[in-house]
């Protein structure tokens, strides 16, 4: 009894953390060129691949990209650009919206 | 007639067929619903499309009454080196199925098997993207490999051309595909050229084709947040010339001419798979001789993001 005690502990810590994660800084990215669903699968995927990153929502009527981090870890303009373009798309607008430190436009 | 004349009035008169086959179901790289040309692929992705394709053409003007049934089920994968660059391959599935009538007996001749494998690399040369549409202008260019069969045989021997899942023949093919994408609409063309070379005394004619398609979301009709799901109503059209095929080095007068196909379609769009159907319907077929008239071609396909 006492390993399966141990063993759901184990199992509720490691489901708490992505909860925790979910916890960093946001950003929009305002994307150009996003017109369909099919499409933003592959800029979902590409920024998902990013170390750090808990969620990734977009909108397509907007063409904003929301991109949340994981605690204490920042998403550079630099690397979401570079994921965009993997993707096939352009960055148009980055910016951070809760959290960690100010945006320093490049 | 002797019996062996007899099979050799068929053969030579199914050869004719040869060139509707690669009008119709031979240049799947370019297939009228979405172009397999101007799939999106990412970089470093893998996209697949599997299609279904049933071709039939019975209008025969000349007294064999031929009657072919071409179905393929036809895999496509692209991959994405770069942003720029992708590239992808095409493998059908055969199954041909060619009946005619002489001195009154019905024949039937058919064969199945993989067909030949065409690769293509795609470069986009153009891009410009606004929110909410983005344009593309990309040249291809590829070769069909003879990788299928070419050499089936049945009881009255070796098949007609026609009716080979494989052609024997290495064929270079390219073009340019242009897309002009927005949120409530998609305008896809393309300009394609195959030169079709030579095998087992046989030159099909070669195909230069203009394709256009126009995707218009039905469904949802107003957008809200997220990535829903799109239906499209899909209306293409396909202009298609050939050029005359030889046999043995001669002209054969009842092959080649021009299609025009009008094909309505429907699409359902999701983040992660595409299905979607059409059927190709003839409204022009200006054809030499006795070439074989298509009745229609039916299309089902799905595709996946990986």
Same mark, same amino acid.
């Given at each position: ?5 141990? !063993? ?16 960093? !800084?946001?950003?929009?990215? $305002? ?31 907007? /063409? ?43 | ?41 990412? #970089? ?6 599997? %299609? ?7 209008? +025969? ?7 072919? =049934? ?24 055969? +199954? ?31 891009? $410009? ?34 009716? %080979?899942? /494989?052609?024997?023949?290495? +064929? ?39 394709? /256009? ?28 010339? #050939? ?7 001669? !002209?054969? +007068?009842?092959?080649? /001419? =021009? ?7 429907? %699409? ?11 059927? %190709? ?26």
């Amino acid at each position: 009894m006492k390993i399966i005690r141990h !063993s759901l502990a184990a199992l509720m810590l490691l489901l708490l953390i992505p909860v925790a994660q979910a916890a960093g !800084s946001s950003y929009a990215l $305002q994307v150009d060129g996003l017109a369909c669903p099919f499409c933003a699968y592959g800029i979902e995927k590409k920024l998902s691949s990013i170390d750090g990153v808990v969620d990734t929502q977009v909108n397509i009527k907007t /063409g904003e990209v929301i991109v949340t981090m994981g605690e204490g870890i920042p998403l550079t303009e630099d690397l979401a650009r570079k994921k965009v373009k993997e993707a096939g798309f352009t960055l148009r607008g980055f910016s951070q919206r809760s959290g960690g430190d100010a945006h320093v436009p490049e | 007639m002797s019996p062996n004349s007899h099979r050799h009035c068929h053969n030579r008169e199914i050869l004719c067929l040869v060139g509707s086959m690669v009008l119709g179901t031979g240049n799947t790289w370019s297939a009228p619903i979405t172009f397999n040309t101007a799939l999106p692929v990412a #970089q470093n992705e893998f996209l697949a499309r599997e %299609q279904f394709i049933v071709n039939r053409a019975s209008d +025969d003007p000349s007294p064999l009454n031929r009657d072919r =049934t071409a179905k393929a089920a036809v895999s496509v994968l692209g991959y994405g080196v770069n942003s720029k660059l992708a590239l992808f391959g095409v493998l059908p599935y055969r +199954d041909n199925e060619l009946k005619v009538k002489i001195a009154g007996r019905h024949i039937s001749r058919s064969a199945s098997g993989f067909g030949d494998l065409t690769v293509f690399g795609r470069y986009t040369l153009v891009q $410009q993207d606004r929110p909410g549409r983005n344009f593309r202008i990309a040249p291809f260019a590829g070769i069909k490999a003879p990788t299928g069969d070419d050499n089936k045989r049945d009881a009255m021997g070796k098949l007609p051309p026609a009716a %080979q899942v /494989g052609s024997g023949s290495w +064929d270079p093919l390219f073009g340019v595909v242009g897309t002009y994408q927005t949120l409530d609409y998609q305008i896809d063309s393309q300009i394609s050229y195959q030169v079709n070379t030579e095998a087992n005394n046989f030159e099909a004619g070669d195909v230069v084709r203009l394709d /256009g398609s126009l995707q218009y979301r039905s469904w949802p009709k107003t957008l809200g947040g997220g990535v829903p799901a799109f239906v499209y109503g899909v209306m293409e059209a396909s202009l298609v010339y #050939q050029q005359k095929n030889r046999i043995s080095g001669r !002209s054969d +007068d009842d092959s080649g /001419g =021009t299609r025009l196909f009008v094909t309505p379609g429907i %699409q359902y769009v999701t983040r992660r798979w595409i299905s979607e159907a059409a059927v %190709q319907v003839p409204v022009v077929q200006n054809l030499n001789g006795d070439a074989l008239e298509n009745d229609y071609i039916a299309r089902v396909s799905v595709r996946f993001n990986f």
